[in-house]
């Protein structure tokens, strides 16, 4: 057998030099369930649901973690490595209160899938009756620990992902929970509520405070778009029900933000639904505001530029265009204000 | 290696921040020169606090040294560049104990940074507002680049001189020719082709051929009565422009006032007549990032009320006119026309946009984008080293006023607000906005942290609590300009580049003073 390749449940397939199995085995369509892998950080190897058999190991390996050798042969779906499966996801069902019917990430959780998948009801171990409080404090973001399975997604997207190092391990055995520095409340941490955390997280430990309740997973159609704040240009997915954002989350592996956005990105879209929004037309009669009509306020637009091109020449005219507004809507004031205001007096706030 | 100036990017573009951050754990060198010890400063190999307004003379002294010292990139420099002896007799008079007087960093550190810069390659520049909203600010750009010509940084992925726009698309407004002097694509109004080109596709006579005004003189055009049409498309100009109170002046004294807008803001309080713009997510479009990715913009939900998309509301204007645009929706006006007219955006059409964007240029249908800039040669053949000399800030330190006010925006805001102030949450987050000092500043006048201070310049007063910070340079006060009432406007100084006419937002004097004891009244 040539290096570069090791035998796949019986198949040859090749591999490339420090590649894990877990990488090797989904190029090669071979599917191994994780929950607590997050592809661009290290992995950790802590849910022990991507366990593999090695031929020649005593005990069975986290695919994830383990790098492939050359000829080395790697079962992924046998009686053993099905039944240590099952045992994992149902300890760590047991771990929690996960009675998915009133958890905001039903139909959205990797654990309810793993039970589904492995049939499991969590009867078979005793589960704790004590959680740490739910921590939701701030404005933005629920930490509810009795549906933490502490695989760590969130303390490798906080550290590594987007690098804010706000939380982590803290405490031993038992006692065990993911804490910030000091186990201080969140909006008295490092936090900077970029909710990375939240969107890794594989159950419904972490969770969208404004989310809440307004959409189960299966009724939401993602839509993509751009984040309309910095010239970053993250791309994103709205999740919308009945034509509301309920949520927005991050397109995985899309160019530029590869999966992350920050706190403006993630939770600064509501204001389009804010009472405040301009509805109608307004023209200024005796100095107030009145509604009016599409025509009435466009007619008066257009009647006044021409009087003033009539009366000053077209450069009396000035105009400032939207840095924030798509291209198109640019476009078409600059092609308004040369070709028929016949002025180049157009800018935006290009400099600021 | 990532050299970073004026740019506070944890805040203002945190995503980017997260990428630098990420090579700095894969072991990158970063460099970080800010008057503030931001928090990407804390990551940094070092953070270089230099003076506020002095960059040109830091980047001098470290050019100096990389060619006192035969640092610099020869090659790179004599097969890609021009200008080399002009910029080293300019760079000659920046000796580092010169430049160490005036930005503040010893002499001795000038030249170990200058040692580090020019012992890596490739290494990348990144710059924000810090760099530009100065009045020499094009000198501060240029300087920029002069540095990382030297280094011979130009042209490499993980190079280059990488301004990171503030807003989500002041690239793509620059692009569509929303500025005085040139047509979409970056085609100059004053080139006789260009315009014959335009006149054609438009279907008119003639177009002007002077470049026109630019924001500050448009402002001032309004008070002098050359403008009297003023037409505000989604900007806030009542809080974002330096010398509010000036500049509501000018507002007023417009004759007749347009605005677009998707609420009421500072702005329409001056407006005869304001249209109902539909917002970010309720369009079809295109916005173009700093790396001019150009990426969709989708329809998630319906305008409230009678709102309308902004490009339809020029169309109709036009249509009053007596001018039919044909265009009917984004996607005819980018492919039917934006593409058919900018060269380097031809090959971009909307069926080609669907997962990551396009960076233009883009020639043609077949061609794939380009990521990297100037690579084998430069766009505009050699790459020109252009000596500049600096200048202080218009506005100095005096008895009167003897701190510096610099600023900035904030993580958890955007703007005036109008948006995230709406957004749940968010201002749970940042309610109010604060005036940071330096613990040393605060201690000789006796502040405490959170106490309610005033600030005042020349232009006016704002009432603002106190940030004790030491990450505050002893001498600076550093505000933004998201809350109304503590603006940060109220005060900036209106001094411009001379040709950006971009605002020295970044610098001028005040002083604080604590409230109970003698204040002026409220301006
Ligand atoms: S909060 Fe979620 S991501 Fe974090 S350790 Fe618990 S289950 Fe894993
Ligand atoms: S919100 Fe962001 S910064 Fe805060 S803990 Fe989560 S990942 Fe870390
Ligand atoms: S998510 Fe944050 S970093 Fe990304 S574009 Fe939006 S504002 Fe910028």
Redesign the pocket.
């Known amino acids: 057998m040539s290096s570069g390749t090791f035998l796949l449940d019986g198949k040859t397939v090749s591999f490339r030099p420090g590649e894990s199995i877990l990488d090797a085995a989904r190029k090669n369509a071979t599917d191994i369930p994780t929950l607590?892998f997050l592809r661009g950080t290290t992995p950790t190897g802590a849910c022990r649901i991507c366990l593999v058999e090695v031929k020649g190991m005593r005990t069975l390996s986290a695919a994830c973690s383990t790098p492939v050798s050359p000829g080395m042969e790697v079962l992924t779906d046998t009686p053993r490595v099905h039944a240590a499966r099952k045992l994992n996801v149902e300890l760590l069902l047991s771990s929690g209160r996960h009675d998915c019917l009133l958890c905001e990430s039903s139909g959205n959780c990797k654990l309810q899938e793993l039970a589904y998948r492995y049939q499991i009801d969590g009867s078979l171990f005793k589960k704790p009756d004590q959680f740490y409080p739910t921590e939701d404090a701030n404005p933005l973001i629920v930490?509810d620990y009795s549906?933490?399975?502490?695989?760590?997604?969130?303390?490798q997207a906080c550290n590594e992902l987007v690098v804010n190092r706000a939380i982590s391990h803290g405490y031993r055995g038992a006692k065990s929970k993911?804490v910030t520095g000091g186990d201080a409340p969140y909006h008295q941490s490092e936090c900077v509520f970029c909710g990375q955390?939240v969107e890794?997280?594989?159950?419904g430990?972490?969770t969208e405070k404004k989310a809440k309740g307004t959409a189960r997973a299966w009724e939401t159609k993602k839509i993509r778009t751009t984040c309309p704040y910095c010239g970053v240009g993250c791309q994103m997915w709205l999740h919308v029900k009945d034509d509301r954002i309920v949520k927005v989350t991050a397109a995985e592996g899309a160019a530029p933000n590869r999966g992350r956005l920050c706190v403006k990105g993630r939770f600064g879209y509501d204001f389009i639904y804010s009472e405040e929004r301009l509805k109608t037309p307004m023209i200024r009669e005796n100095g107030q505001l009145r509604e009016a009509s599409w025509d009435e306020a466009l007619d008066l637009v257009a009647a006044k530029l021409k009087e003033t091109i009539e009366r000053h020449g077209p450069d009396a005219i000035a105009g400032v265009s939207s840095a924030r507004s798509i291209n198109e809507d640019s476009y078409q004031m600059q092609k308004l204000f040369r070709s028929v205001i016949g002025t180049n007096n157009i800018d935006h706030c290009a400099r600021t | 290696m990532i050299l970073v100036i004026g740019s506070n990017m944890t805040e203002a573009h945190p995503v980017a921040a997260s990428f630098v951050k990420q090579a700095v754990l894969r072991g990158a060198q970063l460099y970080v020169v800010d008057p503030r010890r931001t928090a990407l400063a804390d990551m940094a190999t070092l953070h270089i606090p230099i003076r506020v307004g002095s960059d040109v003379a830091f980047l001098n002294g470290l050019m100096h040294v990389l060619i006192s010292e035969n640092l610099y990139d020869r090659e790179y420099v004599e097969s890609r560049c021009t200008g080399f002896e002009k910029l080293k007799a300019k760079v000659q008079e920046y000796p580092p104990e010169r430049a160490s007087e005036i930005c503040g960093i010893s002499a001795d550190m000038i030249r170990d940074v200058a040692r580090r810069l020019a012992s890596v390659k490739p290494g990348m520049l990144a710059y924000t507002l810090g760099i530009t909203e100065h009045i020499c600010g094009v000198s501060n750009v240029l300087s920029c680049a002069n540095l990382q010509m030297l280094l011979g940084n130009v042209g490499f992925e993980c190079g280059g001189v990488n301004p990171l726009r503030g807003q989500n698309n002041v690239q793509g407004a620059c692009d569509m020719g929303a500025l005085p002097n040139v047509f979409p694509g970056y085609q100059r109004v004053d080139n006789a082709d260009a315009r014959t080109k335009f006149e054609k596709a438009w279907g008119v006579k003639k177009l002007p051929d002077k470049p026109g005004l630019m924001i500050p003189q448009m402002i001032e055009g309004l008070t002098n009565g050359t403008v009297k049409l003023f037409y505000i498309f989604g900007e806030n100009l009542a809080n974002t422009e330096p010398d509010i109170r000036h500049v509501e002046h000018c507002l007023e004294s417009a004759e007749f006032v347009v605005c677009h807008d998707i609420f009421q803001t500072e702005t329409t309080r001056f407006a005869h007549v304001i249209f109902p713009a539909a917002a970010w997510s309720e369009n079809d479009g295109t916005f173009t990032s700093s790396e001019r990715r150009i990426s969709r913009v989708r329809t998630a939900s319906l305008p409230p009320g009678e709102a309308k998309p902004n490009w339809w509301i020029f169309k109709e204007i036009a249509k009053r006119m007596g001018h039919e645009w044909s265009a009917k929706s984004a996607r005819e006006i980018w492919d039917n026309e934006i593409s058919q007219l900018a060269p380097s955006m031809a090959g971009v059409k909307y069926a080609r946009l669907r997962g990551d964007g396009l960076q233009w240029p883009a020639p043609n249908e077949e061609h794939p984008g380009t990521a990297t800039l100037h690579r084998d040669r430069f766009t505009s053949g050699l790459g020109a080293l252009t000596p500049v000399d600096w200048i202080p800030p218009a506005e100095v330190p005096d008895e009167d006023y003897p701190l510096v006010l610099s600023t900035g925006r904030r993580l958890y805001h955007y703007h005036t607000r109008t948006q995230t102030g709406r957004s749940a949450g968010l201002n749970d987050l940042l309610g109010e906005e604060t005036a940071d000092i330096s613990p040393s500043d605060a201690k000789a006048l006796s502040i405490g942290h959170g106490e309610m201070i005033g600030v005042k310049s020349r232009r006016g007063q704002v009432f603002v609590k106190a940030n004790i910070t030491d990450r505050i340079p002893q001498g600076v006060v550093w505000m933004a300009f998201h809350f109304r009432e503590a603006c940060a406007n109220w005060l900036t100084n209106p001094a411009f580049d001379p040709i950006t006419l971009t605002a020295e937002y970044k610098a001028c004097a005040v002083r604080i003073e604590k409230v109970g004891e003698k204040t002026d009244q409220r301006i």
């Open positions: 607590c930490r549906r933490c399975i502490l695989c760590g997604r969130c303390v993911i955390c890794v997280c594989p159950t430990a972490l």
